[in-house]
């Protein structure tokens, strides 16, 4: 198991699909890339950022609902990949008692992202599609700026008003 640092969201040229990127905190330092929805995209971003929207995202009220009920987020894994699909669990703990639940990774990091969790990806996951963004950024380096300006210019267009209901 491998403990991973969330080094953010981007969009992947030309076809515009989003993705998370996590990084291994040891070892090689490589990165895995999981691709999720613009909303989760969104809303990891919006945590990263650190901004507060008018009423509460759907992480947001999962945040708040376990503190209410006393549950501590221990950690989330990026568990297994089965056919371009990944599976995470979110490991929780109550009274002394440790519970494991299945989830989408976007969802578990998205939550991971508000309340500070570590991140952790299965052996098998990051030695299936982990890579070293230095070897890759040598092969491409224009590249990689261009992402990071088409991922400014989504996120600019995007106000926390956007979520309301």
Request: proline fraction near 6%; hydrophobic fraction near 40%.
């Amino acid at each position: 198991m491998h403990e991973m640092e969330l080094i953010g969201v981007r969009v992947e040229m030309p076809t515009n699909a989003p993705m998370v990127l996590l990084r291994e905190r040891g070892g090689e330092g490589r990165t895995v890339p999981i691709y999720i929805g613009a909303p989760e995209a969104t809303a990891i971003a919006l945590a990263l950022d650190g901004v507060t929207t008018p009423r509460p995202m759907t992480h947001d009220l999962m945040r708040d609902l376990l503190e209410e009920l006393a549950v501590d987020v221990e950690r989330v894994v990026v568990s297994d990949l089965h056919d371009k699909t990944f599976f995470a669990e979110i490991h929780l703990r109550r009274d002394g008692e440790a519970h494991v639940v299945s989830s989408r990774p976007s969802d578990a990091i998205a939550l991971a992202a508000r309340t500070g969790t570590p991140i952790f990806a299965a052996d098998s996951v990051v030695d299936d599609v982990g890579y070293n963004e230095l070897t890759e950024a040598v092969a491409d380096p224009g590249q990689s700026e261009e992402v990071v300006e088409e991922f400014k210019e989504f996120l600019d267009t995007i106000t926390p008003e956007d979520f309301e209901d």
